[in-house]
């Protein structure tokens, strides 16, 4: 019997079974108990004797999902896998917010991220420890996401792409207010304002500002809508347009709206446009070919990880992504907190007992 079958069956193992319990990179975040492995958000496809878990759905994860492995993702992230994907995910199994999924013996429960639709943490439960996988999280709310849950644990794997205090992001009103002003000032102009976004996430939170700060008319480019519809199926209301449709080549033509794309793709038919990108590294980056920054964020800031930290209250935080060193060394110096970033994880060692 494998991992998934036990999984499935709530097996029972004695509480007085010693398991030892590891951590570390693998292909991903990989929990190892015993010969049991665990892995979050891999980085290449695995086979069918370990348990995998997806924490959201932007394209770098979604691509990894195994033929072979079972994989573990919320119903939201499900749907918006579909339809990156044109199909269904092969062996994706949905396990919603606060539904528990037994392993052995040892507990999986999924909470919300706030980092986009559907993005889920993951807690990892046993008889005697709890330990915490993040993922992607942002620590307030936003226009289409609630902030995340800070999850007491004895060990956070904490996602730090923003672990340094330079990146304090101001207000997100502030932030919005300057979006929305932005495109106003270049319809005013004559040109049409055209924001480039991670196509699932990033692209309909914009898409929402503008539904909820201004009456300006959104188009939506290609798979931007695709997953808006996502959205919508979910319970988000969103109002925009479809870059393809004849209302949106008749919108561009008065040159009165906002013109949302991926990263990679733009919206045909545009004749006169401005560029902009809305993304946290706007504090500290410029950005070639590109008439404006805003950085809208939906990963925590320094702030809101510090605060996770506090309110989680770990015996251990192991960093991942970002400035894993740096975000480490800040708690062991500032807080006093037993910290690191993420280490290999080698099959014969057993050093990296939790």
Request: charged share 20%.
């Amino acid at each position: 019997m494998n991992l998934l079958s036990k999984a499935r069956t709530c097996l029972e193992v004695p509480l007085e079974v010693r398991v030892f319990l590891r951590l570390g990179w693998r292909s991903g975040v990989t929990l190892a108990f015993n010969d049991r492995f665990v892995h979050f958000d891999p980085s290449k496809k695995l086979g069918k004797d370990c348990a995998v878990f997806i924490s959201h759905a932007h394209a770098d994860h979604l691509s990894k999902l195994s033929s072979e492995a079972e994989s573990y993702l919320t119903p939201e992230t499900f749907d918006i896998a579909s339809v990156i994907q044109g199909r269904p995910p092969i062996k994706a199994i949905p396990l919603g917010f606060n539904q528990t999924l037994k392993i052995d013996e040892f507990e999986i429960i999924a909470h919300n991220a706030g980092h986009m639709l559907g993005s889920a943490q993951y807690e990892i439960r046993s008889s005697d420890s709890v330990v915490v996988y993040t993922g992607d999280i942002n620590c307030r709310d936003m226009f289409t996401t609630s902030a995340a849950d800070s999850i007491p644990c004895d060990t956070l794997i904490l996602e730090t792409t923003y672990g340094v205090p330079f990146y304090t992001f101001p207000d997100l009103t502030v932030t919005c207010s300057e979006i929305v002003e932005w495109a106003l000032q270049q319809i005013r102009t004559g040109k049409i304002p055209v924001f480039k976004a991670y196509s699932g996430g990033k692209a309909q939170e914009i898409v929402k500002i503008f539904n909820v700060m201004t009456r300006i008319p959104v188009i939506a480019e290609g798979v931007v809508g695709e997953i808006a519809g996502a959205y919508v199926r979910n319970g988000v209301n969103l109002n925009y347009v479809n870059s393809e449709s004849i209302e949106a080549r008749e919108l561009m033509k008065t040159g009165e709206c906002v013109c949302i794309s991926s990263q990679n793709h733009g919206v045909a038919g545009l004749a006169n446009s401005s560029l902009a990108v809305a993304t946290g590294w706007a504090l500290g980056k410029r950005f070639l070919r590109r008439d404006a920054a805003f950085p809208l964020s939906s990963h925590a800031d320094f702030d809101q990880l510090i605060e996770y930290v506090k309110q989680a209250r770990p015996r251990e935080v192991v960093t991942v992504h970002g400035f894993k060193e740096e975000f480490a060394d800040y708690l062991r110096r500032k807080l006093g907190i037993r910290a690191r970033p993420i280490s290999a994880l080698k099959q014969e060692s057993l050093a990296e007992f939790l």
